[in-house]
């Protein structure tokens, strides 16, 4: 476990090292007033989702969440919790809602992210954003508005 810890201490490291020397995008929520060159926060969510869609490395949520050797990491609200959202999700007309970012080790497979693909009907998307509020933040996601994106993203770390 003390190995394991060291590594994520390098890891972490490594990426404030790499963030403060980058100038090409901003990674994190862009600063109150946005500055020169910020990518909107829905911007960045939207390249993810993509990411997520063009990878292996992802599965139907449902699915996903019935097999006893998957794991959700870092997200206190558990499978359970989860899953009522998903459903709820796909009740207010999601169009999927996938696991993304799996990572597989000792035989388990642990979820990095949920993408929810948003529909194009306005009242569908509507009811999905109204779930984003109060979603949202179980995931400690900032909130997002409507501006024709493809996906709302969550992360579980």
């Known amino acids: 476990m003390r190995r394991y810890q060291g590594g994520l201490l ?17 990674v994190g929520a862009p ?5 020169a060159g910020a990518v909107p926060l829905e911007q960045r969510l939207e390249k993810a989702g993509d990411e997520i869609m063009a990878s292996d490395k ?17 997200f ?6 989860l899953t009522e959202f998903v459903d709820e999700f796909y009740a207010a007309g999601a169009e999927k809602v996938y696991i993304g970012n799996i990572e597989s080790e000792a035989g388990k497979d642990f979820a990095g992210t949920a993408l929810v693909v948003l529909p194009q009907d306005a009242s569908r998307r509507s009811k999905l954003f109204e779930i984003d509020k ?11 508005s409507d501006k024709g994106q493809k996906y709302l993203y969550y992360t579980f770390d």
């Open 10 to 26: 390098v890891v972490a490291a490594m990426a404030v090292v790499f963030s403060l020397g980058c100038e090409e995008e901003q």
């Open 31 to 35: 600063a109150a007033g946005g500055g």
């Open 58 to 74: 992802k599965a139907e949520a449902r699915e996903w969440l019935k097999d006893d050797n998957h794991v959700l990491f870092k």
């Open 76 to 81: 206190h609200g558990g499978k359970k919790k």
């Open 134 to 144: 109060r979603v949202g933040p179980e995931f400690q996601e900032d909130p997002v």
